[in-house]
């Protein structure tokens, strides 16, 4: 199976396992925070073209932006 692939099953289950209440909120964080790591890793190592990088820039300034306001909010 691709790394996306298994990536993405892994993601169901987070959801499946929250959904059916196997999961408390704080596991389906803390699970949802490991695969964004495992992610970020393999972005990393994957070729992608500069045109890709250039679309995907915004979408994480935004997001790491907005997760320090918030880490700020709660005095971290």
Not at 47 to 71: G, R
């Amino acid at each position: 199976m691709s790394q996306s692939g298994e990536l993405m099953n892994r993601l169901k289950e987070l959801n499946e396992k929250r959904k059916s209440g196997e999961l408390s909120v704080r596991e389906y964080y803390r699970g949802l925070m490991e695969l964004l790591i495992e992610l970020a890793d393999a972005l990393q190592e994957e070729e992608i073209s500069d045109q890709e990088i250039k679309k995907q820039i915004p979408l994480l300034k935004v997001f790491i932006s907005e997760q320090i306001k918030k880490m700020a909010g709660r005095g971290s």
